[in-house]
């Protein structure tokens, strides 16, 4: 069955799924996007997904087409209609397209709304049991890296950097501090057992998964700072991870091709991974 997709109102197949190319998404990366995993055909904390879309496109001036929870609704309705079992819901939003291509906001234009699916599993992906190895990258983004915006230059080529090292994510790095992963949040456990993560502000995205790992780790009383640290402290540290929708919690066993730890996954990461998991499927909707 070709996989379906929705586009402003419409649930088409994927080969139909079009926009015009004056689109703002297309000509000026003007927009937002969110991805939400599936587990067991469930939504997982898109609560969270939701309301960092309604805060990103509130940041731009960007309306969204639909309320927030018809955006649900049709999330739900495109994960029926695939039959989506594990995998995830990516959804853009855009400033539509105009006549032209003025870079100032065009007048009565209708935002374009599109949504597909893929297929992943999540919980039992190979890289959960191995870990992975990621290289460092400088981090060349704008200064509003806060806003989940579709222009993702920066993150492509660090990405392709990584596979072409056949590294699993690149950490990006800015005045000697980790900033995140070229599509996650960066964690560390130190030798003293605190949990390290970047705190929030316009240099990161504030990570959904990282914000619902902060929140559990603290409700199980584990030790958990919020600040910057270094690639030197990473690789000093006991163990290191990654958080994202599409991976949740996952080992980070080398940096730049050496060992974090005993160069694998470690027991605190494990412990979150599943903590995390169980979080997902009791709040899964
Ligand atoms: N940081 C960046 C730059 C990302 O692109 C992503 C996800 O795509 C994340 C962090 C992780 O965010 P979330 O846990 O909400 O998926």
């Known amino acids: 069955m070709e996989p379906i997709a929705y586009v402003n109102g419409a649930f088409v197949p994927l080969s139909e799924a079009k926009v015009s190319i004056l689109d703002r998404g297309f000509l000026f990366a003007d927009g937002i996007y969110e991805v939400a995993a599936v587990l067991d055909g469930k939504l997982i904390d898109n609560a969270s997904h939701l309301a960092r879309l309604e805060r990103s496109v509130g940041e731009i001036s960007l309306a969204l087409p639909d309320s927030i929870d018809r955006i649900q609704e049709i999330q739900k309705e495109l994960v029926k209609r695939n039959n989506l079992v594990n995998g995830m819901v990516y959804l853009e939003v855009t400033r539509g397209a105009d006549s032209g291509r003025d870079f100032a906001f065009p007048k009565g234009v209708k935002p374009t709304l599109i949504m597909f699916t893929s297929v992943k599993d999540i919980v039992n ?161």
């Open 125 to 285: 992906a190979p890289s959960a049991k191995t870990g992975i190895g990621v290289i460092t990258v400088p981090d060349i983004r704008w200064a509003r890296r806060d806003i989940k915006s579709v222009a993702l230059l920066a993150q492509v080529l660090a990405k392709q950097a990584a596979a072409e090292a056949n590294a699993g994510e690149a950490w990006m790095v800015e005045d000697g501090k980790v900033t995140e992963g070229g599509s996650s949040s960066c964690f560390i456990l130190t030798q003293d057992d605190v949990i390290v993560t970047r705190q929030n502000g316009s240099e990161i995205l504030p990570g959904c998964t990282r914000k619902a790992v902060v929140k559990l780790a603290e409700e199980r009383q584990l030790r958990i700072e919020e600040r910057a640290f270094s690639v030197e402290e990473a690789l000093a540290a006991k163990e290191a991870f990654i958080t994202s929708a599409t991976v949740f919690v996952q080992a980070v066993v080398s940096i730049d091709g050496k060992k974090v730890g005993n160069g694998k996954p470690g027991p605190m990461t494990d412990r979150l991974r599943e903590i995390y998991v169980d979080f997902a499927r009791a709040t899964a909707v």
